[in-house]
């Protein structure tokens, strides 16, 4: 029988779970279940939430079923799919809402965009897999289908039962899909633990009172998730454990019909994910299917059943609910939404039917049909956001230019130029003129360089970088005077950097070319000497960050002339004259690096450099982006940001929501103006960005925030050159997903290649976050570190968590009680194993920095520690500030150090001799303690060990001091508590916990004295243990209690078998 639960529910302020529910309502209204709370988002202009009611209580929502078509005759329940389409005119709306063994009616008022109650929750004593809305009169009736086999008659508003019927078969199914009008007709298909679809009526054929198996469908070999039955067609869909959607021809279902044809046909079996399938939908002419892998694919009828599109948005875990809106069913443009195991919500809109798949495009690469002598070596695209052009530059000393189908030979070098040239290209606006003209320059085995302008080649100069080889050329945006220019640097032979500001000046007879020597840069030596990157600072004028292919970052500055020529002596030289005339000689010496961080990125090399809101990014062969900052002209690493896994070859970063940093240029003015409003802001935030590289043979582009692959193209690895056309609307579109449908264009086997037609305008750019998600997998820890509040007249109040994952991130978050707003600051991935721990301590400097009147609470400083798997430990120091401007948090993280057991057993001495650690030892718990100078870490490990940690921030560095393996058993969990002794004297305890439900106190006082820690030997044992469960405390927390003058302790812990209890010492 069902009863109805009335109890009091603490309300949730905010929750983010898997969003395992999802249905639309008409094209206007998304309907979500994200743990008990059910959604709805208003998908009208800018898609936002706009209502939002805990319905279930202590159930997940599993399904929603809006009912708003039962009384008219048309039929689009659940997962059956009519071929009619209805417009919804009732602003008022009643949707059942189900999930575990909870039942409950709700209303949502489209007109006033709420949620409410209309009956209380009832609880079966069963689970329910599918609620089917029936006709009946006066009152509407709901059948619904249970996990054993059965299905019962319900009364929707009161919830009287008033039929019950089960299956011969009383097997456990997982999942159920009722089809018909009425309970008369009602076909149940289920999908058996035996991995059967058996298809029964409750009305059908009986023995002792129980309905037999009127039809069966074998072929899966998993269980089977999710159902969907397409009316129009006779089309049944089921995604099973075995990664494959099928699909059967059954007939009509329901009514007169029964349970459809006498002998269903498998039509189709359709593979493409890489895991489970937990979600399936059928429309008219294609197949929507989801699973863990984390995809949606799209399956096209036509071409045998093909991916048309791949929708992903997810972190890990995968997609746990789909929907599609019935637009989408009608062949027109409609919705799709998905709904992930991190929480998110993304919905995208789907067109009609595409002519060519997603598989077809992606083995279909456009050869551009390159007709220059000789095989081309360089390729580089002109004017990328307005016109086609490609460059490309050839072994026989030829710079050949295509606009559409011709390429035609702009310029030939001589025998110098053959079997060996570098080239790059960049805009240079005319002086004193708003035209803007793309300029080439060609460097040679014998130091020359070559410049000239793409569309007149005539007009140009040649340089002379030494007299050996030109290893590369480089555009950097420098200054000049008071005004911007562009700077030629040239690599030439023993180290040494050619500099030259080339400018691009009109007159009578036209344009011409001028050219002004600077002093070269000497790169430091090493076997690799030459330069692979470098960009000019724009808030620190005369200072060049370089990366050379030694893979180490240089900081240069400009030397100050003394005696600058008068500007009546300056006069054009012509080519001879420059040859053999060295002004370095006149000038001065090469030029020094006043700062370096040598080989920062491995020997690999530096592969590029760029500047973006006063903060540095530097990407190597190493698989990293470095986020540099500059100091009293001093270098530092703020973080490393790595991207995925085998993806070690990176090649530049790509900001969001602005130009490509090529171009950026153009801007550098306003934006140093606009900085200066607050600077103090921006200085504290940093961009999100993506990454572009290579991943084995495959042109990748990476999105660290959201752990996702933006574009992949099979060019064949990275030796080779390449240009990449960002979409002309990424400077607007904040989305990342915007940058992944740009036009690759590489070398291949002599050939010049196209990822797609350059001239292709179609972007699929339609995706909203609705929702953004968190850790796809569980969070295994979570740690709070503290509130900002924004004064005024608009008060907020943000709270700042950090989170550990099983997805090995750490996640940044801030949230917003009042608004339920969720914000992700920062996702960090340093981590290569599940994050298991997290500990933190407020840095001092936070309150040093307050206003006047008191403490500042717009601002947050702490030092953040995670710990995990494969015994890695990392630190990092959080600066988190109020954004005056948008009034949201916005974050600085700055890596202080890490470190890993295993690397630490590889430094030792004579470890041969010694039995190697576990490469499997994980932390399980941490505790933090602030010591004058350094910070004191303990942690529990699982190979039976305590040990505690060094941490100091000014040197950035991490010393194990001791540990000790007295345990011999998993430690669980570990707190320290300070506390003065009778004489005033500090004292430091520790408490360790382990599987054998065993509590330990170990004295670390004389660790704190920073003087005895290098000697300091640590107790070989705890000096009071007790046993006080008969299985493994999970958690141990210490809270000084003072009662009659004396101090207690009381420690509460949570057996992992045994119910919760605590007891007090």
Known sequence: ??????????????????????????????????????????????????????????????GIRPGRKYQSGERQFNNVISSEISVWDNDEEEIIVFGGKGVRLVSFNSAGQCLKLIGPLLELQDWVLDIHWLKAQPHPLLGIALAHNALLLLEAESGNILSFYSC???????????????????????????????????????????????????????????????????????????????????????????????????????YGHQARVFCVKLTPSRVFSAGEDGACLLWEWGGEGKVGRTFRGHRSGGVRALAVSEGSVGCREGWLATGGADGGVRVWRVAEERKDSEEAQAETQLDLGFKGQGCPKVVRLVDEDESNTVLVCTDQGEVCLSQGDTWDVIW?????????????????????????????????????????????PGVGVLLKAGQGKVHSVLWVKGHSGESW???????????????????????????????????????????????????????????????????????????????????????????????????????????????????????????????????????????SVRILTVEENVLKVRRVQRACRGMEWLEKVLFLGSDAPEVQGKMLKERTEKRKIDQESESVAEARFVMVGFHSVHFVIWDPHRQEKLLSVACGGGHRSWAYKCPIHTHTDPHAHAIGHGTLVFIKHGAV???????????????????????????????????????????????????????????????????????????????????????????????????????DTSLLSSLVFSAGGRAQLQCYRLLIRLDEQQGQPICQVTQIAGHRLDE??????????????????????????????????????????????????????????????????????????????????????????TTDGCISVWDLTAVLNSK??????????????????????????????????????????????????????
Not at 220 to 244: E, M, N, T
Not at 256 to 263: A, I, K, L, R, V
């Open 904 to 993: 630490q057993w590889e430094r030792k001495r004579n470890r041969h001799k010694t039995v190697k650690m576990d490469p499997e030892t994980r932390y399980m718990s941490m505790a933090v303690v602030y010591n004058e100078t350094e910070y004191i870490l303990a942690l529990g490990c699982s190979d039976g060990a305590v040990r505690l940690f060094s941490v100091t921030e000014s040197n950035r560095s991490v010393d194990m001091l001791w540990e000790c393996f007295y345990h011999q058993r998993c430690v669980l969990s570990v707190a320290t508590y300070k506390l003065e002794d009778s004489l005033g004297r500090e004292l430091l305890l520790l408490f360790s916990a």
């Open 485 to 623: 220019s562009w700077c030629l640097l040239a690599s030439g032979s023993e180290g040494l950097v050619y500099r030259w500001t080339i400018k691009v000046m009109e007159d009578e007879s036209g344009l011409h070319m001028k050219e002004e020597t600077l002093l070269p840069f000497l790169l430091p030596p090493c076997a690799k000497r030459w330069l692979t990157a470098a960009v000019t600072l724009s808030q620190r004028k005369g200072l060049y960050l370089c990366g050379d292919r030694r893979g180490s970052l240089l900081l240069y500055a400009e030397r100050e002339r003394n005696d600058r020529r008068n500007e009546g002596e300056e006069r054009r030289m012509d080519l001879h004259d420059q040859e053999t005339e060295n002004r370095q000689t006149h000038l001065g010496g090469p030029m020094s690096p006043i700062s370096t961080l040598y080989g920062v990125h491995g020997k690999q090399g530096v592969t590029s450099v760029c500047e973006y809101q006063d903060l540095c990014y530097s990407t190597g062969r190493d698989g």
């Open 168 to 270: 011969v078969e009383t097997c456990l199914l997982y999942s159920a899909l009722m089809i018909g009008p009425n309970w008369d007709s009602l076909v149940l298909v289920g999908g058996t633990v035996f991995n059967q679809l058996v298809l029964w009526r409750p009305t059908g054929t009986k023995t002792d009172g129980q309905s037999e198996v009127e039809r069966r469908l074998l072929g899966h070999s998993g269980v089977i998730f999710s159902l969907c039955y397409l009316q129009k067609s006779g089309w049944l869909a089921s995604a099973s454990d075995d990664r494959s959607i099928r699909l059967w021809s059954v007939g009509t279902l329901g009514g007169d019909s029964g349970c459809g044809e006498e002998t269903p046909t498998c039509l189709r079996v359709l």
């Open 412 to 456: 030939q070098g001589g025998a110098e130029f053959q079997s060996y040239c570098v080239m790059e290209i960049t805009s240079i606006q005319v002086q004193n003129s708003n035209c803007i003209v793309w300029v080439c320059a060609v460097g040679n085995l014998n130091g020359g360089v070559q410049v000239f302008l793409v569309r007149q």
């Open 753 to 855: 290649m196209a990822s797609r037609s350059l001239a292709s305008t179609e972007t699929d750019v339609n995706g909203h976050t609705l929702k953004e998600g968190l850790h796809g997998r569980g969070i295994s820890c979570v740690c709070h570190l503290g509130s900002l509040t924004k004064t005024g007249e608009l008060s907020e109040l943000w709270e700042i968590f950090v989170t550990g994952g099983e997805d090995t991130t750490v996640g940044v978050l801030a949230v917003n009680p009042q608004s339920g707003t969720v914000k992700v600051l920062a996702v960090l991935t340093d981590h290569i194993s599940n994050v298991r721990a997290l500990a933190a301590i407020r840095r001092v400097e936070t309150n040093e920095r307050g206003r006047d009147d008191g403490i």
């Open 1012 to 1065: 005895a820690g290098v000697s300091w030997q640590g107790p070989s044992a705890p000096f009071f243990s007790i046993p006080v469960h008969q299985s493994g405390v999970n958690t141990l927390a210490v809270a000084p209690q003072r009662e009659m003058g004396q101090m207690r302790k009381t420690l509460s812990h949570w057996p992992v078998v045994e119910m919760m209890d605590s007891c007090l010492y």
């Open 1 to 62: 029988m069902a009863s109805p639960v009335e109890s009091a529910v603490k309300k949730i302020a905010v929750l983010v779970a898997p969003v395992t529910a999802l249905e639309f309502l008409g094209e206007d209204f998304l309907l979500t279940g994200e743990g008990p709370i059910l959604s709805v988002y208003s998908l009208q202009a800018s898609p936002k939430e706009c209502a939002s009611l805990n319905v279930l209580h202590n159930y997940r929502i599993h």
